[in-house]
């Protein structure tokens, strides 16, 4: 039978390129790295201390799940998505949040129900604080331990890149101003999944990614230099 473990060198360099990146990712969801954002595999490599080309492998997966854009002969930029873009992801994350929930629903143990709750707490104690980078993280992070609670690792695996491309959407066309209300949301949906109410939870949900995308302005793409400074030129 063929051994399947890895070894001790391979599990290292695992546990080294998650590291870096998670830190990215967190980057990202925090908005500390703007879209556009170009990711310098040098400046990368010596931040972390690490190869160009561990760098260069933890890039090609950021890029495979739409997080980053890998442009040829030009390097790594943190995705700038399209308004059309936006709505396809908006719509995506949707279908696959109404599905986690509705798995979810009477599944989550009493010890799970406890620790969405508290996670919950801290996002809010994090906004109040004024750490919107951090909140914001954590609220996206809410949404990635429903999908482990929901025990579809494809779904968990889809949510992770859906959640980081959400963030990029809201940094983009976020209507600066809106009050944050995701943490009252959150806390309803927790009461209707530790009472296993499918439907309801899945209504809940729905209601939450409207108050999502109204947020957003998505009816026009982002200034540009043209659309700014075009009228210079009559």
Do not use: W
Not at 154 to 178: K, N
Not at 197 to 210: C, F, I, Q, R, S
Request: charged share 25%; aromatic share 4%; net charge negative.
């Amino acid at each position: 039978m063929k051994n399947t473990m890895a070894s001790p060198p391979e599990r290292k360099r695992a546990q080294q390129d998650e590291a870096i990146y998670s830190h990215i990712f967190d980057a990202i969801l925090e908005q500390k790295l703007a879209p556009g954002t170009r990711l310098s595999e040098e400046k990368l490599g010596e931040l972390f201390g690490v190869s160009r080309t561990i760098i260069r492998r933890v890039l090609s997966r950021l890029s495979s799940e739409h997080i980053i854009e890998l442009r040829p002969n030009r390097g790594a930029i943190v995705a700038c998505p399209t308004v059309d873009e936006a709505v396809q992801v908006l719509f995506a994350r949707r279908m696959a949040e109404k599905a986690i929930v509705e798995l979810a629903a009477g599944r989550c143990s009493a010890k799970q129900i406890q620790q969405l709750r508290d996670h919950v707490s801290h996002e809010d104690d994090l906004f109040s604080k004024g750490d919107q980078g951090a909140a914001i993280r954590m609220s996206g992070e809410f949404h990635l331990l429903l999908a482990t609670m929901a025990g579809n690792a494809p779904l968990e695996h889809f949510m992770r890149s859906l959640v980081s491309q959400t963030s990029l959407v809201i940094a983009l066309y976020e209507i600066r101003g809106r009050e944050h209300c995701a943490g009252d949301e959150h806390s309803q949906l927790i009461d209707v999944l530790e009472q296993g109410d499918k439907a309801k939870a899945v209504e809940l949900m729905d209601v939450h990614m409207d108050h999502i995308e109204a947020k957003l302005r998505l009816d026009k793409a982002p200034d540009t230099l043209d659309s700014v400074f075009g009228h210079l030129q009559a």
